[in-house]
């Protein structure tokens, strides 16, 4: 294994973990979002260094020349999966967007004690 | 030009997408209603011709399975759609229970979705069917991926269209997208460390790799990622937390929806993998340790859930913890291996989904004619509507299994096949869920018929085409109770295709 690829190994664990506890540890339901993108761009690594081969260079077929190239695959996987981390990110925001409008905070505490008051009101009711 | 019928498989993805993408431009009025009704119509009967086809097809050799490249291109290094029994069997059941959703449902998007936002109701609805039909059908890793996100991505923002009855309905879709796309991105990792080892990402050649190749870590390591991330989709406990409040929040019909179809999609994504790729054949299919854990889940999704159905507030919330348990039972059926239990399994796949969905519609009904579910306000229902009680009370003997309901059947199957491949303390769970069940459906039963009518008013009459298909599912479900057998042979020939076992 490479240098390039033992560093990206540690990395993308590194910044899937970060992801992962901002996104569990955050009150702020942006930041969360966030956190979930941070996760997500770690499996993005993951899937590019997965295709890199040392001395590689773009998978351009020419003729006459014999070059070690990266496995183009995982990269068009990965493609996709921007793509799909995108709309997600898009719909998590604008679902923030509508959070903030009913609820009028973003901070996911203080809209579990706004729901708890609420269902309280409501049994009393 | 004459239709070649090996076209078909395509058809099953392709008419959801296309009327889903059609929606938005001719959905206005009462057109993507009918656009809708037309096209989960026309998606059930070409599912079903599939799995007439390869019932048929598997009487003579076993195993058949109809695939299709997409583009011409052949696997493994195109994309793959294989259909087999069970894949045809879910597939029939998804597009159908679409089609009796999307028939109750007129009336009620109607009242709970502002009119300008239906025909993007409508796109969402579909495209949500195309990626759970899709997730079913395609024999691709990564495809399977790519489908499950756009159920996902559909589901939230259809969760999210219940913010007109109510504003948890954003908060509940929040939650399940950071939850959900946790257990996307986990099975997104699993795909890559499955790809990393075996180099390709067609199924069957990914199980064939693996069969040469000795189980390592990055085998065990995908698995794990892989579990993990299909019990956030399917909701087994203690990954459920998303599940009560998005189901008790969105707009009745997407809960039935959601109830009937998406969870058991999570649960066919966790057999096809468990069983078609990461399975060594003369091996268990999962280590003594592994049935433990998933067990134990099981056992404490039966018991919990049950629990926590009989001490919720309102009928959506007793319904979606009812869930959690009924997850419970369907898991603990593929985890220990047996013929039996796979076949009580599947078997309780399908007939939750007709009870369950029909229950949901029921709920459904009470949010169109009284605004609520809470069960404080449903007291006396049993004089009010005397009909849709009967139903609800149908629907919950079939939750707890009662001989006569088809819950009894699938439930028959699961303790024959815990008992013989010696789990009794899993068996014992299930028929303590069974008591824990009569539990919850007695406290509705209390209410609806031991209380004097409360004074909510109704603000609407029973609309025949609504209580129609709760009739024909709940109806069904009586009918499978008493004469189970076509359902029993194609839920026993999927077991064993699925497990690899001949007869």
């Not at chain 1, 905070?105 to 809209?111: M, P, Q, R, S, Y």
């Not at chain 2, 195109?78 to 229970?97: F, P």
């Not at chain 2, 079939?398 to 303790?415: E, N, Q, R, W």
Request: with cysteine; charged share 10%; net charge neutral.
């Amino acid at each position: 294994m490479s240098l390039f690829a033992t560093f990206n190994s540690i990395a993308f664990v590194v910044i899937m973990m970060i992801g992962l506890y901002t996104l569990i540890a955050r009150q702020n339901l942006v930041k969360k979002t966030l956190g979930l993108g941070l996760f997500q761009t770690g499996i993005f690594l993951m899937y590019i260094t997965l295709g890199v081969r040392d001395g590689g260079s773009a998978p351009i077929l020419q003729e006459g020349t014999d070059l070690a190239y990266s496995n183009p695959l995982p990269h068009v996987l990965i493609l996709t999966a921007i793509v799909v981390s995108l709309s997600t990110m898009a719909v998590a925001l604008a679902l923030i967007i509508g959070v903030r409008e009913e609820y009028g905070t973003i901070e996911a505490d203080e809209i579990a004690t706004i729901d708890r008051a609420e269902a309280k009101e409501d049994h009393e009711a | 030009m004459k239709p070649d019928p090996s076209m078909l498989p395509v058809l099953i993805v392709l008419l959801p997408l296309v009327g889903g993408v059609l929606a938005p431009i001719l959905g206005r009025g009462i057109f993507g209603w009918l656009l809708a009704l037309i096209t989960t119509g026309l998606t059930t009967f070409v599912c079903a011709s599939q799995l007439l086809l390869i019932q048929a097809q598997n009487a003579l050799t076993p195993g058949f399975s109809v695939s299709y490249p997409l583009g011409g291109w052949p696997a493994p290094h195109g994309i793959e759609l294989k259909i087999d029994l069970l894949s045809a069997l879910l597939a029939t059941l998804v597009s159908g229970m679409g089609f009796m959703v999307t028939l109750f449902s007129r009336q009620g998007v109607d009242d709970e979705i502002p009119s300008d936002r239906r025909r993007f109701f409508w796109s969402l609805w579909l495209l949500a069917i195309t990626g759970l039909l899709g997730i079913l059908i395609t024999g691709d890793a990564f495809n399977v991926y790519v489908l499950l996100e756009i159920s996902s991505l559909t589901i939230y923002g259809l969760i999210a269209m219940g913010r007109q009855r109510t504003k948890q309905a954003l908060t509940a879709a929040l939650n399940y997208l950071v939850l959900g796309s946790v257990g996307a991105s986990f099975i997104l990792i699993a795909i890559g460390l499955l790809y990393a080892k075996t180099g390709t990402l067609n199924m069957a050649d990914i199980h064939a790799k693996l069969l040469l190749a000795p189980v390592d870590a990055t085998v065990l390591t995908a698995r794990a990622f892989l579990l993990a991330g299909v019990g956030l989709k399917m909701a087994l406990f203690p990954l459920h937390l998303w599940m009560p409040a998005a189901y008790s929040t969105a707009p009745s019909a997407v809960a039935a929806l959601l109830a009937a179809t998406a969870t058991k999609v999570g649960i066919y994504m966790g057999m096809r993998f468990i069983f078609s790729v990461f399975a060594v054949p003369g091996d268990e299919m999962l280590s003594g340790g592994n049935v433990l854990i998933i067990g134990s889940c099981c056992g404490a999704a039966i018991f919990f859930g049950s629990l926590g159905a009989a001490r919720q507030p309102s009928l959506s919330l007793l319904l979606a913890y009812s869930s959690v348990a009924q997850i419970g039972y369907i898991v603990v059926g593929m985890t220990v291996g047996h013929i039996d239990a796979m076949t009580g399994s599947i078997l309780h796949m399908v007939f939750h989904a007709l009870m369950k969905g029909g229950l949901f519609l029921c709920a459904g009904i009470l949010i169109y004619r009284l605004g609520t579910t809470r069960l404080e306000d449903l007291a006396g229902l049993g004089q009010r509507m005397p009909w849709v009680s009967a139903a609800i009370v149908v629907g919950g003997l079939g939750m707890i299994g009662i001989p006569g309901t088809a819950g009894f059947v699938s439930k028959f199957y699961l303790l024959k096949g815990l008992i013989l491949s010696g789990h009794p303390v899993l068996a014992g769970m299930v028929l303590l869920g069974s008591v824990l069940a009569a539990i919850y459906v007695w406290r509705f039963v209390e209410v609806a018929y031991l209380r004097p009518a409360s004074d909510t008013p109704l603000r609407n009459g029973l609309p025949f085409e609504k209580f129609l298909p709760v009739l024909i599912l709940l109806g069904a479900s009586i009918l499978l109770g008493i004469q189970p057998g076509v359902v029993v042979d194609l839920a026993r020939d999927a077991a064993q295709q699925l497990m690899g076992v001949t007869p």
